[in-house]
């Protein structure tokens, strides 16, 4: 299986002040049909999953745009520019690439 | 409006089995796959596996292969995950989610399945 590493799993962040999350995966992601398909998912307390970015760094509808993502072959970042009271959670990197497809440990994002 | 309505919390004994659903509606069922994720308590997330219930197209993660059914009825746009021989280690929280090439993008709120004697 594809092991996603993600750091760090515990990020204190002060209201307002950015974040980054990185994801490091066993292989390289880059799909036959040239499509790298890694995906992040925040989960707040108590919630299910939500994804936030598809294909590496597109933005799923309706989540803010101080969440940005980016990356290529093994190596992803997410950035939250401004973090907010409302973005305290996990979030998880997913790669969708390799059978079976496999979740990082998660990240949890809290606040100072 | 994209709903996936799973069922209610279990409480099942060692060695019993169990089969949880999840209703879709708001799209169009037999032709988006749908998969299952679990998350044990205070765990990270878990791929079990993935259907296209159009042609009955199933994959399962090698991890528990022999240990999870998937299924699916068009007629109810539902799909199920039939757990076997429960163990205490099944304990955990069980999400359907939609999927699209390489990823889920629409997640079930989840059912809570506790395993204990």
């Known amino acids: 299986d594809v092991v996603m590493t993600q750091s760090p799993l515990s990020l204190p962040v002060t209201l307002g002040q950015p974040a980054s999350i990185s994801c490091r995966s066993s292989?390289?992601?880059?799909?036959?049909?040239?499509?790298?398909?890694l995906s992040w998912f925040q989960q707040r307390p108590g919630q299910s999953p939500r994804r936030l970015i598809y294909?590496?760094?597109n933005r799923d509808s309706g989540v803010p745009d101080r969440f940005s993502a980016s990356g290529s072959g093994t190596y992803f970042t997410l950035k939250i520019s401004r973090v907010e009271a409302e973005d305290v959670g996990v979030y998880y990197c997913?790669?969708?690439?390799?059978?079976?497809?496999?979740f990082g440990q998660g990240t949890k994002v809290e606040i100072k | 409006e994209v709903q996936l309505v799973q069922s209610g919390a279990e409480v099942k004994k060692p060695g019993e089995s169990l089969k949880i659903s999840c209703q879709a509606s708001g799209y169009g069922f037999a032709s988006r796959w749908i998969g299952w994720v679990r998350q044990m308590p205070e765990k990270d997330l878990e791929y079990l596996g993935i259907m296209f219930p159009a042609n009955s197209d199933i994959r399962y993660s090698p991890s528990f292969q022999g240990q999870v059914t998937i299924s699916a009825d068009i007629s109810t746009s539902s799909a199920y995950l039939q757990l076997n021989i429960l163990e205490a280690s099944d304990t955990a929280m069980y999400y359907c989610?939609?999927?699209?090439?390489?990823?889920?993008?629409?997640w079930g709120p989840g059912t809570l399945v506790t395993v204990s004697s």
């Open positions: 989610a939609r999927g699209e090439p390489g990823s889920f993008d629409f």
């Open positions: 292989r390289s992601l880059v799909y036959a049909d040239g499509n790298t398909y």
């Open positions: 294909k590496v760094s």
């Open positions: 997913m790669q969708g690439s390799h059978s079976p497809w496999t």
